[in-house]
């Protein structure tokens, strides 16, 4: 088998230190194997691990191997869709950041997926996935008013000014970014042509949201009864209501409740148009398109699952 540990410098936060010393770990852990097949890729920006990893694939000629997605959400959905399609590889998780999907296993087991000698050795679990035209997703995916606040609040973020005052001033920002959005009635009460395994859901909906597993989006829970291998999608679509009525059911299902005014189905596949680009969000990706297809891939991806754990029901 070989390994190979893609590290995101960002989510080590700054603390270079931190990122050496795992690299040393990793380097003296293998030398005490007997076949040392490893190498490590350094990810600094957003799919610049995509093309290294399938590299690897190329060099193993078959045999299997194990991707490590060290940090975040974001180098997560890179290492997923360098493997997807790929029957040799594997997909581990060693979170460290922001990593909402490791929480799939069970609350307080994050470091123990830090741990080299348990994730090498690890089995491995068939995972769903869902495919986003020619990407994909692995937590959940959500169209409308959450991810249009989150692509706005990221180009605050990145502007220069913003990082001039600090994070207070970002912070400042996102709160009145998101108010703005909560009372522009174009948003809360978008018109979507929907169909839900080929059955009619099209209707005026603030935030559609296709979730895979239970964590979705940073801390956010997505809903209680949600696997990542029960081979379905849960879409949750929340109707347009008053603004009052829209900021306080964002605010429960961001908790994981299922807010009153809002329909819940089981699907394969989502299809979704409007006559106006739409607010997409992906994992940790954002994009903005007419027409999208959410559609889940079962088992199509093996996950590295220390203990023997397995995905949890909340």
């Known amino acids: 088998m070989k390994h190979v540990f893609v590290i995101e410098p960002d989510a080590f936060s700054g603390q270079q230190w931190r990122m050496d010393g795992l690299l040393d770990t990793i380097g003296q852990y293998f030398r005490t194997q007997e076949k040392p097949d490893f190498t490590t890729v350094v990810s600094k920006f957003p799919r610049e691990a995509v093309g290294p990893i399938q590299k690897q694939v190329v060099e193993a000629e078959g045999d299997t191997v194990r991707v490590y997605a060290v940090g975040g959400d974001g180098v997560l959905f890179d290492c ?122 099209s209707g005026n909906y603030s935030l559609v949201s296709i979730v895979n597993g239970p964590h979705f989006g940073r801390k956010k829970m997505g809903l209680p009864e949600v696997k990542l291998d029960d081979g379905f999608l849960d879409v949750i679509l929340l109707k347009s209501a008053s603004m009052l009525t829209t900021l306080i059911n964002f605010r429960k299902f961001s908790r994981g409740k299922l807010p009153s005014g809002c329909v819940r189905v089981k699907a394969k596949k989502v299809e979704m148009r409007s006559d106006k680009p739409m607010w997409i969000q992906t994992d940790s990706e954002y994009l903005m398109d007419t027409n999208i297809t959410f559609e889940v891939l079962p088992g199509a991806v093996q996950v590295v699952a220390i203990d023997n754990l397995t995905y949890q029901e909340y």
């Open 80 to 201: 997923l869709n360098a493997i997807v399609g790929q029957s040799n590889m594997e997909l581990a998780v060693m979170p460290h950041g922001v990593n909402s999907f490791i929480r799939s296993f069970g609350d307080g087991k994050a470091d123990a997926f830090k741990d080299i000698a348990s994730v090498t050795s690890a089995p491995v679990i068939p995972t769903d996935v869902i495919a986003v035209g020619n990407t994909y997703a692995i937590s959940g995916c959500a169209v409308g008013f959450s991810p249009a606040v989150a692509m706005k609040i990221g180009d605050i973020g990145e502007s220069k000014i913003a990082r001039g005052l600090g994070r207070f001033a970002i912070r400042l920002r996102r709160f009145f970014t998101g108010l703005s959005f909560i009372f522009d009635r174009n948003m809360i009460t978008r018109q979507y042509k929907i169909l839900i395994d080929d059955k009619d859901y």
